[in-house]
T-cell receptor, first 111, second 118 residues
Framework: EDQVTQSPEALRLQEGESSSLNCSYT??????LFWYRQDPGKGPEFLFT???AGEEKEKERLKATLTKKESFLHITAPKPEDSATYLC????????????FGAGTTVTVRA | GAVVSQHPSRVICKSGTSVKIECRSL??????MFWYRQFPKQSLMLMAT?????????EQGVEKDKFLINHASLTLSTLTVTSAHPEDSSFYIC??????????????FGAGSRLTVL
């Protein structure tokens, strides 16, 4: 069974204070690792897909990296609008495009 | 880009009634749609997978008679919560797999539906 563990559960940052979120995963055959952003009362918004160890992707102040066991989401010089819950999910080759989600990291950026 | 519309966004109903939630892919054809349930401060739990024109596949522990899923066309899937009870109160989110700007492998999510059963 696929397992996804995210840490920390919550992260409070000062504006401009860079930090990283961790996503550890166990999967029989990784098709892809996904990062989503979720605002309160909304559905997840797609950020990145990573497919193989060593891959990196960037979007504005966010950068996602992948190893064989974990992924990191780096937030550089965050702004208050980066406050959200960041969800990590894995897709297994044997699971027909289903996503298994972690519990998320709730990031709060103070001005 | 790929857009999934979910309706209603909020619904309040009395115990014992049934509620239908719609999920539509607006600018692409979704061969597969997924229904998730999310409790406060918890992750998304997959309930079922629906493929257009065939019966839905339910995850272990999900009552298929309680949560009826219909995927009648390539752009519409519905979730009906039958004989709803307070413990069915939750945030229900659909997602669709199809050709979006990031490719067919990416799931696009709807905005979610908050169900409150009194």
């Amino acid at each position: 069974e696929d397992q996804v563990t995210q840490s920390p559960e919550a992260l409070r940052l000062q504006e401009g204070e860079s930090s990283s979120l961790n996503c550890s995963y166990t999967v029989s055959g990784l098709r892809g690792l996904f990062w989503y952003r979720q605002d309160p009362g909304k559905g997840p918004e797609f950020l990145f897909t990573l497919y193989s160890a060593g891959e990196e992707k960037e979007k504005e102040r966010l950068k996602a990296t992948l190893t064989k066991k974990e992924s990191f989401l780096h937030i550089t010089a965050p702004k208050p609008e980066d406050s959200a819950t960041y969800l990590c999910a894995v897709q297994d080759w044997s699971n027909d495009y289903k996503l298994s989600f972690g519990a998320g990291t709730t990031v709060t950026v103070r001005a | 880009g790929a857009v999934v519309s979910q309706h209603p966004s909020r619904v309040i109903c009395k115990s014992g009634t049934s509620v239908k939630i719609e999920c539509r892919s607006l600018d692409f054809q979704a061969t597969t749609m997924f229904w998730y349930r999310q409790f406060p401060k918890q992750s998304l739990m997959l309930m079922a997978t629906s493929n257009e024109g065939s019966k839905a596949t339910y995850e272990q522990g999900v009552e298929k008679d309680k949560f009826l899923i219909n995927h009648a066309s390539l752009t519409l899937s519905t979730l009906t919560v039958t004989s709803a009870h307070p413990e069915d109160s939750s945030f229900y989110i659909c997602s669709a797999r199809g050709q979006g700007p990031s490719g067919a492998n990416v799931l696009t999510f709807g905005a979610g539906s908050r169900l409150t059963v009194l």
